[in-house]
Structures are given as structure tokens and as C-alpha cells.
């Protein structure tokens, strides 16, 4: 699990007719499953309530108080159903609780030498009736792998771990703030996005003029004590190659005023112009600052693609690990299930084990190799992989997204920049989607297994249109 803890509301529910010692020791199991796991869980006491579960609509008042109370702490809600439950109370506590969280609902099963009347559950009749409710309610929920489970099962722990990543993503992207710095570069329509309809989503964009950005690093005197601690962290960062102490310095200027318009105005993410005002302008490439900034789960990318750094923020909350900008690139040969994915060099050390500052050769040919130093040069290993894309659509006022899983593969790539090769199941069929949909020609990728839940926060809680390439299937 992630190292910050996660905090849950717990809702235990009851039915009057079944035996209350399943109440008891559902109580015990669960908070020994949250110890484990490193979950908090906030619930009633046992003596708010009859044993600290809900069934009336009083317990229903008493819990919702008691979140409440607690609704900055809260990321998402597990209903535990250890026996059939009451449907209402907990419909009813979800409601006037006001909080628009995740909500996973797991049940207990039977077993088959306790189904007398003083022993049987029915929770897997009672989940039915809870999530009818839900439904009735307009309120949105995550189901287990297995309609009945047990806490201690391995299919149910997978279940919480993952349900706790929906609550970092559904959460995180609520209220993210991305930094534009500069223009789109004008040949790159592809990255044209829509700032009003991130508003609506509760997404915010911060814009700054690039010639403000550069002409404050500009000002900044080589000898400040700020510059050669820069240099120091870069020089810990990164092999530096053939890169001059001057060029260094003119990174670390940029990167120190970079950072303190990140901490100046509380962002999350940026998106910078980099393609070609910063080399014309200034001399250097900002790759090895942005490759930092995403390593240190600040992501940044490049070409103000602000929709791909929101992508890239939503694949770090969900695996906890820095993600990548890349472009679907090349083919890999005559495999028609490979490509190669490649940038100039911004992408996240993580991805870069044998990472070095260099240049951007393609970049060179127009402004001058000697002005795109501070690019990033380093081959992707063999690792798991999530890739997809958020995108606004004007035409249709909302976002969508496509996601998908594959591999990065060890074959051989004798190129430069930072680049990969991705093995990704019916590789065609994804590059048809993406064209016939109009998505960009940049994708993010994460060294995960992530997609799935990706796909339940932006689906099911952010009500945003998802294509899983997994599944093969819109929702």
C-alpha cells in the first residue's frame, strides 16, 4: 500500500432478525484487515448504536454525523454486509452524509453447514438489495471481484487495495492544479485543449507567459549559492555527460524559477513550451527540470500538453510511481504488436537507469544542436506497462480518456532520446481507436498494472467516457 494512509468510513450493516454476533466479529475482522493494511477506518463506536452498526434511519443519522465530522479525512466509504443488512439505512446514511466519495460494497458468504436460522447470512441477497438502492439513489459504487467474500481472502485484499486507489484518483484529480508555462507551439493542434471544460471538472489552470519565465532565469547571477546547489542536486540526479558548467547553469537557473512558480501558486503538475522558444530564446533545453519535477511525482510535460500532464498526475495517483509523455512513435519492424515510444528527453528517472544529459539531435537540425542541451538520453527496460490519455472534446463538452495495458520489452532500439518498446495486445486495433477518435498523437505511460482503475474513478465517479483497450469496450 501506498506509504500516506488511506482513510475510510465504515458502515457495518444489520438486520434485526439475524444473529448480532455476525455484526461483532465482522467488526473485529474488518479493523484487523484496515491494521494490515495500513487503512484507516472511522466507524461508529459499539455503544453509539447497537454495536455500532446501521439499520434505522437514527443509526443512519448517527453515522452520516460522525462523517461529517471527519469528511477531510474521509477518501471513500466500505459498506460491510455481514449478514443481509438494511438497504435503506445505508442508502440513507450515504445521502445525508453529503460525501461525494467512492463506495465499495463487500458481503459476507454462507457457509453451507450454518444456513439454520440462528447462523445464515443471506448478505449475498442483502448486496442486491443495497446496491438497488444505490442505484435509486443516484449514488455511484465499486463492486468486489466476487459478489461474496471474505476479508481475509486474497480476491478481497486485491479488491481494497485497488478500491483505495480509486479513492487517490477520484480525489486527487478533484481540485489538481496544472501550470500551462507558454503557448502550444502553433504546428501542435494536437495538444489544443479546453481550460473551461477542466473548470467544470474542478480543474484548474494557472497560465504564465514563457519570456516572463525565462527573462527571471536570465536575471539570476551565476554565483548565487542557489545556482551551485542546483547543480549539485542535477549532478546527483543525472550522468552529465558532455554538458559544460555553463549549460548547467543555465538549466539550474531555469529550474530554480520553475520551482518557485510551482510552490508560488500550490501546482500539482505542469505543462511547459518547449518546442522551440526555449532553445531560440534561451539556449537550452528544459528536459532535464521537467524529468526531475516527475520523478519527484510533480509530472511535467512538454508542448503545454496539459490534458497529457493530467493524465500522467492520474496514472501517478494511481500506482504511486512517476509516469511518462511519450509519443506512439514507430513501428517496431514487421510486429504488428510493437511500436517504439520515444520524446526528446523529459521522461522520469525511473524509467531511465542509464540516464544521461545530452542533446536533441531532431531539435538541433532547426535551432542548433549547441541549444538543445539538457535533453535526456537513456533506454526504457523491460517493465510492466500502463499507457492512456485523458483529452477534453470541445464538440461534446466533456472529457474522455482511453486506457490499456502491455509490456515494455528488453528488444533491441538503436536510437537516441529516451525511448522504449512496447509490446500492447491488438496493437492496430488501439492505433484505429485512436485516430478514428481523434485523440493526440502523445499517450502517457506508467510502469503498472493500473488500467482498471483508472477506468472505475474517471468512469464510474467522474462520469467521464472510457475506453478500456482491455476490454475492448466504451463506457
Not at 474521509?74 to 445525508?96: S, Y
Request: hydrophobic content about 35%.
Amino acid at each position: 500500500m501506498d506509504e500516506q494512509q488511506t482513510t475510510l468510513g465504515v458502515i457495518f450493516g444489520n438486520r434485526n432478525f439475524f444473529p448480532d454476533q455476525l455484526v461483532s466479529d465482522a467488526r473485529e475482522e474488518i479493523q484487523d484487515l484496515l491494521d494490515e493494511m495500513d487503512i484507516g477506518g472511522i466507524m461508529l463506536a459499539e455503544e453509539e448504536t447497537k454495536l455500532g452498526d446501521v439499520e434505522t434511519y437514527r443509526d443512519a443519522e448517527k453515522c452520516a454525523d460522525l462523517f461529517k465530522r471527519h469528511e477531510d479525512e474521509i477518501e471513500g466509504i466500505l459498506v460491510v454486509l455481514p449478514n443481509f443488512g438494511d438497504e435503506k439505512g445505508i442508502a440513507d446514511t450515504l445521502r445525508l452524509s453529503g460525501l461525494e466519495v467512492p463506495v465499495l460494497i463487500m458481503a459476507y458468504p454462507d457457509d453451507l453447514d450454518k444456513m439454520d436460522v440462528a447462523r445464515r447470512r443471506d448478505a449475498y441477497c442483502g448486496k442486491i438489495s443495497v446496491c438497488n438502492n444505490l442505484y435509486q439513489y443516484g449514488i455511484p459504487f465499486t463492486l468486489t471481484e466476487k459478489h461474496v467474500d471474505r476479508p481475509e481472502s486474497k480476491t478481497f485484499k486485491n479488491d481494497l487495495e485497488k478500491f483505495a486507489k480509486v479513492c487517490k484518483v477520484v480525489n486527487g484529480l478533484s481540485g489538481v492544479r496544472i501550470g500551462a508555462i507558454g503557448a502550444r507551439p502553433a504546428a501542435f493542434n494536437t495538444v489544443r485543449y479546453s481550460e473551461k471544460i477542466l473548470e467544470r471538472n474542478n480543474i484548474s489552470v494557472v497560465t504564465a507567459d514563457l519570456s516572463e519565465i525565462l527573462g527571471m532565469a536570465e536575471k539570476i547571477e551565476s554565483s548565487d549559492a542557489k545556482v551551485k546547489n542546483t547543480i549539485e542536486k542535477i549532478k546527483e540526479y543525472s550522468n552529465t555527460g558532455l554538458t559544460t558548467e555553463e549549460s548547467l547553469q543555465q538549466i539550474a537557473k531555469l529550474d530554480i524559477v520553475l520551482q518557485d512558480f510551482v510552490n508560488k501558486h500550490k501546482l500539482d503538475a505542469t505543462a511547459i513550451q518547449c518546442w522551440t522558444s526555449v532553445q531560440e530564446n534561451y539556449g537550452c533545453n528544459v528536459c532535464t527540470s521537467m524529468s526531475m519535477m516527475s520523478e519527484n511525482m510533480l509530472p511535467s510535460a512538454c508542448e503545454v500538453d496539459v490534458t497529457g500532464t493530467l493524465t500522467m498526475y492520474a496514472m501517478q495517483l494511481a500506482s504511486d510511481s512517476p509516469s511518462a509523455l511519450v509519443d506512439w512513435n514507430n513501428n517496431y519492424a514487421d510486429d504488428e504488436e510493437k511500436c517504439v515510444l520515444f520524446h526528446c528527453g523529459n521522461w522520469a528517472k525511473s524509467f531511465l537507469p542509464d540516464v544521461t544529459i545530452s542533446t536533441a539531435p531532431i531539435l538541433g537540425t532547426s535551432v542548433g544542436e549547441e541549444n538543445t542541451v539538457g535533453a535526456l538520453e537513456g533506454r526504457t527496460p523491460a517493465s510492466e506497462l500502463t499507457f492512456g490519455r485523458l483529452s477534453t472534446d470541445d464538440n461534446e463538452g466533456t472529457i474522455r480518456a482511453y486506457f490499456g495495458e502491455g509490456e515494455l520489452t528488453d528488444d533491441p532500439l538503436n536510437t537516441f532520446g529516451t525511448r522504449a518498446v512496447a509490446s500492447i495486445p491488438n496493437l492496430q486495433d488501439l492505433m484505429h481507436f485512436v485516430c478514428r477518435n481523434g485523440f493526440e498523437h502523445h499517450v502517457v505511460m506508467n510502469a503498472s498494472k493500473t488500467s482498471a482503475i483508472l477506468e472505475e474513478a474517471v468512469s464510474n465517479y467522474l462520469g467521464w467516457e472510457v475506453y478500456n483497450h482491455n476490454s475492448n469496450q466504451q463506457k
